[in-house]
């Protein structure tokens, strides 16, 4: 069985930047995260999503930070526009309902120079 | 508010050698307790859980009990081995909500 897919799993961008991240979840699993790790940190949620909806987005920095999970398989995060801040891991994750084991992926690792 | 402290690294270990990595937690009411390793290149993996106080969670030789007492959930292994060389990730999870809580990660390097 596949894993939870991401890509780029680089990206390298100058700030002021757009970038967009991409995942393909587990197949039949419901439930996609998607968490930003900082370097030497673990990871922290960004927004979760049960199906097509956004359930808990309280930690997405709304004013340049989206995400869609349209027909509730794949999902994509953005940034518009790329702080250097923004460099960090993000790792997506999916689950088969709310309290079962989360299968995170390799992670995209952004560089903003 | 909710967090997870665990010991900081990194950590080098000779083969055989016995493995501890504490990992305290604050929270309010009953979290369940993980912890996730992540090999180099890889996502992050559970290894094991605990869902309630005094459960020992157990996989692939490590072991974590679940302390109420003193809020910890040390993990263990009697002989780690070069292949274990990855970080490892303490969690807590609301049972509330399904938030989750990361502490930093610990590296472990086992050397031959």
């Known amino acids: 069985e596949a894993g939870v897919v991401q890509s780029p799993r680089y990206k390298i961008i100058e700030k002021k930047q757009p970038v967009a991240f991409w995942c393909n979840p587990i197949?039949?699993?419901?439930?996609l995260y998607w968490y930003r790790q900082n370097l030497g940190q673990g990871p922290e949620l960004l927004i979760r999503?049960?199906?097509?909806?956004?359930?808990?987005d309280s930690q997405l920095p709304k004013d340049r930070f989206s995400a869609e999970r349209l027909k509730g398989v794949d999902s994509t995060l953005k940034i518009q526009p790329a702080e250097l801040g923004d460099s960090a891991v993000y790792l997506c994750?999916?689950?088969?309902?709310?309290?079962?084991?989360?299968?995170f992926g390799p992670g995209t690792r952004l560089t903003v120079l | 508010g909710d967090s997870v402290t665990q010991m900081e690294g990194p950590v080098t270990l000779s083969e055989e050698a016995f493995l501890t990595i504490n990992c305290t937690y604050t929270?309010?009411?009953?979290?369940?307790l993980f912890w996730y390793v992540q090999y180099p290149g890889e996502g992050l993996q559970l290894l094991l859980k605990?869902?309630?106080?005094?459960d020992k969670g157990s996989n692939k030789g490590f072991e974590a009990t679940y302390r109420k007492e003193t809020t910890s959930f040390h993990l263990e292994k009697g002989s780690v081995q070069v292949s274990d060389s990855a970080v490892y990730f303490c969690?807590?999870?609301?049972?509330?909500?399904?938030?989750?809580?990361f502490g930093t990660g610990t590296s472990l390097t086992v050397i031959p």
């Open positions: 994750a999916s689950s088969l309902g709310l309290h079962n084991e989360q299968f």
């Open positions: 197949s039949g699993h419901n439930t």
């Open positions: 999503y049960e199906n097509e909806e956004a359930v808990d």
């Open positions: 929270a309010t009411g009953y979290p369940s």
């Open positions: 605990a869902t309630k106080a005094d």
């Open positions: 969690a807590l999870r609301k049972n509330t909500g399904n938030q989750f809580y």
